[in-house]
């Protein structure tokens, strides 16, 4: 063999390597990338778990192991373990403590399966959110595929599905895609949900949005999404001169209930296993300022507080003026209207609900769709590139100064 024939051999093998990754179907490049984002999250997680202090939960100069039961993963444990208590647990004073009602059953329940093989909560929890966080990975290359499919070209569609997958596999908070968290099914139930909304799918749609519903709390938005979807077909059935016939009428019904009902179904469940109907907010306030959860406020206070009277509440207001108006733009428009609703209703949500803490970076996670963007201009390679070494160093961050534990108290990931 020439020296000058080596050269050549390699460069084939690149090429065929590089054929062979384009011929893979879509599904299984995303799983690629999802596992090898896994290990990248697996191995900053083990090397924090070298600066970890002793406390409650590890001790001093933990393995990867026991950094997967950090946090809430704990109260999943007490659920797969032992399931609920019969009553809320009330402090000397009659304050409502923190328990486990505030947590969904799905995916604790779940990790009940690989329990049975003896395998303890924090691993067998890892494996369902790892399962379940391939399968929405794949299912966010689908569903955006098809949205941006039919409203740009296939070029253009197939770039956008590429990059929203991939952002997803390297977003700053994945690390929640292998501890036993309930990102992973809720995500993966989300999914499934829309893909069923694209098809019009609605009785399948009744079934998911139900299971989301005890999965995570995130199915009061689903109902917004469901209107949209109804609205832009009934438009579009008038425009084309259809008419929707009874039956079907009667799915869009069930599933409009559905999804109504889905965000109500756990507050429900908590309410009857503890024997008091406010059991699942009265828990949740444990966890606030003032023992109670309140509507808007604690955004607006903590504008104030960060930016000022004035000033924080009027850019607050502008900020969330111009994301809607970004959103119902014509350059998101590809997203089609289930997508972009959803961005728009789940932020409602977070707004209207949520303390604007250090979990929220999680929380961001659902806003998948957005992913897709990066890809709508025509040299999109290198923006995507450094969309991805931006996610995987900001998840460095996220780990070391969020997940680890600093005792007493933290700041919660």
Do not use: N
Not at 179 to 191: C, D, F, K, M, Q
Not at 320 to 340: D, Q
Not at 369 to 378: C, D, H, K, Y
Request: glycine share 8%; with cysteine; hydrophobic share 55%.
């Amino acid at each position: 063999m020439t020296a000058a024939a080596v050269p050549a051999q390699r460069l084939g093998l690149r090429t065929r390597l590089l054929l062979g990754w384009l011929r893979s179907p879509p599904a299984v490049r995303v799983l690629v990338v999802y596992a090898l984002a896994r290990v990248f999250s697996a191995i900053v997680l083990a090397e924090v778990a070298r600066f970890q202090v002793a406390s409650t939960w590890t001790p001093a100069h933990p393995g990867y192991g026991d950094m997967l039961g950090l946090w809430d993963a704990t109260w999943y444990r007490r659920i797969a373990e032992t399931g609920y208590p019969s009553a809320v647990p009330l402090g000397s004073t009659g304050d409502v403590q923190q328990s486990a009602l505030a947590f969904y059953p799905l995916a604790p329940f779940l990790a009940r399966l690989p329990m049975l093989l003896g395998l303890p909560f924090t691993w067998a929890g890892s494996i369902v959110s790892l399962v379940a966080g391939a399968v929405a990975a794949v299912g966010v290359h689908t569903l955006v595929l098809r949205a941006l499919g039919e409203r740009s070209t296939p070029a253009v569609a197939r770039r956008g599905a590429w990059s929203a997958a991939v952002l997803f596999c390297v977003s700053p908070t994945a690390l929640v895609f292998q501890v036993p968290y309930t990102e992973g099914p809720a995500l993966a139930l989300l999914v499934v949900f829309l893909g069923c909304l694209q098809r019009e799918r609605y009785l399948p749609a009744v079934l998911v949005a139900l299971l989301l519903g005890v999965t995570r709390p995130v199915a009061v938005p689903l109902s917004v999404v469901v209107v949209v979807h109804l609205a832009v077909r009934g438009w579009r059935g008038r425009r084309a001169g259809a008419v929707l016939g009874g039956r079907e009428a009667l799915r869009c019904l069930v599933l409009l209930a559905a999804s109504g009902a889905a965000g109500l179904l756990w507050p429900f469940a908590a309410g009857r296993i503890a024997h008091r109907l406010d059991a699942y907010t009265a828990t949740m306030g444990a966890w606030r300022v003032g023992g109670q959860v309140e509507f808007l406020k604690p955004w607006w206070g903590i504008s104030q507080y960060v930016l000022g009277d004035h000033a924080g509440p009027l850019l607050l207001v502008a900020g969330v003026l111009g994301y809607a108006a970004w959103l119902l733009s014509r350059r998101t428009a590809v997203l089609g209207p289930e997508l972009r609703a959803w961005c728009l209703a789940y932020v409602g949500y977070l707004l209207l609900v949520l303390d604007p803490f250090t979990s929220l970076f999680r929380y961001l996670i659902f806003l998948f769709p957005l992913g897709g963007l990066v890809a709508l201009r025509p040299r999109s390679r290198p923006v995507l590139r450094a969309w991805v070494v931006c996610s995987l160093a900001l998840q460095v961050v996220w780990i070391a100064w969020l997940w680890r534990f600093s005792p007493p108290a933290d700041w919660p990931p």
